[in-house]
């Protein structure tokens, strides 16, 4: 099925770039060093986007376990269905959003 296919490589690509941006994350959310003579004001300013930074870091996780979940069952019968009420999920929703496991109505 031509869709699978599709499905199969968009989910390697995302898979891909969300390892990179967690990554990047990890890097950003390192503790900085008290030694490191910024100022009061910029470390104020580093804790907080550090904080930031950490939640887009668990988002990106998140979003990783979800990609893993739905390429784990790519082949499953029942993929394409939404899990809550168990109509297909139209292709193009699942090309755009490979982690969804909702059809559009359930995910609002």
Same mark, same amino acid.
């Given at each position: 099925m031509e869709d699978t296919r599709k499905i199969t490589e968009l989910l390697e690509l995302e898979i891909e770039r969300t390892r990179k941006r967690i990554e990047e994350y990890t890097e950003l959310t390192k503790p900085i060093a008290p030694e490191n003579s910024i100022g009061r004001v910029s470390r104020m300013d580093a804790? !907080? !986007? %550090?904080?930031?930074? /950490? @939640? @887009?870091?668990? #988002?990106? /996780? #998140? %979003?990783l376990e979800r990609l893993h979940y739905m390429q784990s069952r790519l082949y499953d019968p029942d993929f394409g269905k939404c899990v809550r009420c168990g109509n297909p999920i139209p292709p193009g929703r699942l090309l755009a959003m490979p982690q969804s496991a909702h059809c559009v109505g359930c995910a609002q």
């Amino acid at each position: 099925m031509e869709d699978t296919r599709k499905i199969t490589e968009l989910l390697e690509l995302e898979i891909e770039r969300t390892r990179k941006r967690i990554e990047e994350y990890t890097e950003l959310t390192k503790p900085i060093a008290p030694e490191n003579s910024i100022g009061r004001v910029s470390r104020m300013d580093a804790i !907080n !986007n %550090k904080s930031v930074t /950490e @939640a @887009a870091l668990r #988002q990106a /996780e #998140q %979003k990783l376990e979800r990609l893993h979940y739905m390429q784990s069952r790519l082949y499953d019968p029942d993929f394409g269905k939404c899990v809550r009420c168990g109509n297909p999920i139209p292709p193009g929703r699942l090309l755009a959003m490979p982690q969804s496991a909702h059809c559009v109505g359930c995910a609002q």
